[in-house]
């Protein structure tokens, strides 16, 4: 298991190293999105209930190409953060979820087939590794022992995009939907009925630090977006949909979010 963890951690360090392979004067795609919708979380080391509710998130995506395969990789980061107000079935008892994810995927772009619905030249699909690292909580009000959760867990994922331009009215509009699936790392999970003072304050490890795959953590996160021309600006409005889950040592997780999305999306040039 140790050296399972070395690996893991040797391979994400190599990739983060990539990032610094770019071209010197390189086009970038900048988007900020801002969203609100609806969260579900349920967490058996706070309470047998599922809580539902209001979420607020934030989505900050830069994209560029880079020197790799010929120029065919391009590099995004993202950063992802959500808010989450909810309550139990009865409405008696309220929870907060939120935290911050922060990803890099290198995706390899295919040449796109001649199809009826789209040419070529306007349809692009790529696929690639990516790396996430999230940090969060879940604050249940009701338990007085154990009243948090900590959430915290890094990750290969698996990543993929595709893109489709059309005209709207003589102007470019852009369809785009981005796709990542959690595919093996580590994650932290206290063990059922462990608490944080005795992981913390007695250091009583009872492993902690768990393997984490698309078995035990079967997750998927979706980005629906179109961009469309507003003067000299572009407009950008979606969908975002989160669906994580985990078991983790007999405890289980479920954070199910939708949310609309709107903001505005820059190209820039950077030497």
């Not at 934030?58 to 995004?76: D, H, P």
């Amino acid at each position: 298991m140790k050296n399972l963890r070395y690996t893991l951690l040797y391979i994400i360090a190599t990739l983060f190293c990539l990032q610094g392979y770019a071209q010197a004067d390189s086009l970038r795609r900048h988007s900020t999105l801002y969203g609100f919708g609806a969260g579900n979380v349920f967490d058996s080391y706070l309470s047998p209930y599922s809580y539902k509710g209001i979420e607020a998130r934030i989505i900050r995506q830069t994209e560029r190409y880079t020197k790799l395969c010929g120029g065919r990789v391009s590099y995004q980061t993202m950063i992802d953060a959500n808010a989450s107000y909810l309550k139990n079935p009865a409405k008696n008892v309220k929870e907060y979820a939120g935290g911050i994810r922060y990803s890099n995927a290198w995706l390899y772009h295919f040449p796109a087939l001649n199809g009826r619905l789209w040419r070529k030249e306007h349809f692009q699909y790529m696929v690639g590794p990516q790396v996430s690292f999230y940090a969060g909580c879940v604050y249940n009000d009701r338990n007085g022992n154990n009243p948090a959760q900590a959430k915290v867990d890094l990750m290969i994922d698996l990543a993929a995009q595709a893109t489709y331009s059309f005209r709207v009215f003589r102007r470019s509009w852009q369809l785009r939907y981005n796709l990542s699936v959690p595919f093996v790392g580590l994650a932290f999970s206290p063990q059922y009925g462990q608490s944080y003072y005795e992981m913390f304050e007695l250091r009583d490890y009872d492993h902690n630090c768990v393997f984490a795959n698309v078995v035990n953590m079967p997750s998927m996160r979706h980005l629906l977006t179109v961009d469309i021309p507003v003067g000299h600006n572009l407009l950008r409005v979606g969908y975002a949909g989160e669906f994580m889950q985990s078991r983790f040592n007999g405890l289980r997780y479920h954070a199910y979010s939708h949310n609309f999305m709107i903001g505005f999306t820059k190209y820039f040039v950077r030497k």
